[in-house]
C-alpha cells in the first residue's frame, strides 16, 4: 500500500516553454501533498504544501508565479514550471499524506533538463 | 524551528560488515523521526520511523534505529550490510500535527565486496 506515482518521469524541453509534472496517490486518499525539489548530490527542498481544494502554500523564496501548483483531487497534485530556464532544471518529488498521519510517501521522481 | 545534522556524508563499508549512520536533531518541540533511502535516479522509500514507544525501531531491510532524547540523535545501524544496500539515506523530522519535513543533507553508504 501507500503508493505514489509519478509522471512523466523524464522531460526535456526548451527554454521558456512550460512543463506539468503530475503526481498521484493510487491507493489511499492524499488531503496533502508535497512538492521537493532536490539538485544533484543534495538534499532535498521542500517547495510547498498542498492541500486538496485549497492554495498551495509556498515556501520561502519559491516562485509561486513560477511553480504553479493544483491539487484538484484526493490524489492528483500537479506542479507546473512556467517559462522554463536552464537553472530550473532539477529532480522533483511529490510526496503525500493520507489524513492526519504524519507519514509521507514519496513518488519516483522526475527528472527535469531545460535545454 | 527544527534541523537535522548528519556529519558523515560518505560511509564506504565492506559487504557483511555492521555499519552505523548517524544523525542528530534540533527541536524545541516533541519530534517523530524517519529514515528513509534513495537509490540512484529514484524517490525515496520510507525505511522506519519513530513516532512514539519503544526507542528502538525496527524497519525493512534489516535495519534499526534508536531515538536518543538525552543525545538528540536517531541512528540507524544494520548488523551485516549487502551490495543492494548501496543507496543515499536521508534521515528527516517533522513534529506531531505538523506538515514538514526538515531533511538532513543525506549519508552516501557504499558497500564494497
Known amino acids: 500500500g501507500a503508493v505514489v506515482s509519478q509522471h512523466p518521469s523524464r522531460v526535456i524541453c526548451k527554454s521558456g516553454t512550460s512543463v506539468k509534472i503530475e503526481c498521484r496517490s493510487l491507493?489511499?486518499?492524499?488531503?496533502?501533498m508535497f512538492w521537493y525539489r532536490q539538485f544533484p548530490k543534495q538534499s532535498l527542498m521542500l517547495m510547498a504544501t498542498?492541500?486538496?481544494?485549497?492554495?498551495?502554500?509556498?515556501e520561502q523564496g519559491v516562485e509561486k508565479d513560477k511553480f504553479l501548483i493544483n491539487h484538484a483531487s484526493l490524489t492528483l497534485s500537479t506542479l507546473t514550471v512556467t517559462s522554463a530556464h536552464p537553472e530550473d532544471s532539477s529532480f522533483y518529488i511529490c510526496?503525500?499524506?493520507?489524513?492526519?498521519?504524519?507519514?509521507?510517501?514519496f513518488g519516483p521522481g522526475t527528472r527535469l533538463t531545460v535545454l | 524551528a527544527q534541523s537535522v545534522t548528519q556529519l558523515d556524508s560518505q560511509v564506504p563499508v565492506f559487504e557483511e560488515a555492521p555499519v552505523e549512520l548517524r544523525c542528530n536533531y534540533s527541536?524545541?518541540?516533541?519530534?517523530?523521526l524517519f529514515w528513509y533511502v534513495q537509490y540512484p535516479n529514484q524517490g525515496l522509500q520510507l525505511l522506519l520511523k519513530?513516532?512514539?514507544?519503544?526507542?528502538l525501531v525496527k524497519g525493512i531491510n534489516g535495519f534499526e534505529a534508536e531515538f536518543n532524547k538525552s543525545q538528540t540523535s536517531f541512528h540507524l545501524r544494520k548488523p551485516s550490510v549487502h551490495i543492494s544496500d548501496t543507496a543515499e539515506y536521508f534521515c528527516?523530522?517533522?513534529?506531531?500535527?505538523?506538515?514538514?519535513?526538515?531533511f538532513g543533507t543525506g549519508t552516501q553508504l557504499k558497500v564494497e565486496l
Open positions: 498542498s492541500n486538496e481544494g485549497s492554495k498551495a502554500t509556498y
Open positions: 519513530y513516532l512514539s514507544g519503544s526507542t
Open positions: 510526496s503525500a499524506r493520507e489524513g492526519n498521519t504524519d507519514t509521507q510517501y
Open positions: 491507493d489511499f486518499q492524499a488531503t496533502t
Open positions: 528527516a523530522v517533522s513534529s506531531p500535527g505538523g506538515n514538514k519535513l526538515t
Open positions: 527541536s524545541s518541540v516533541s519530534v517523530y
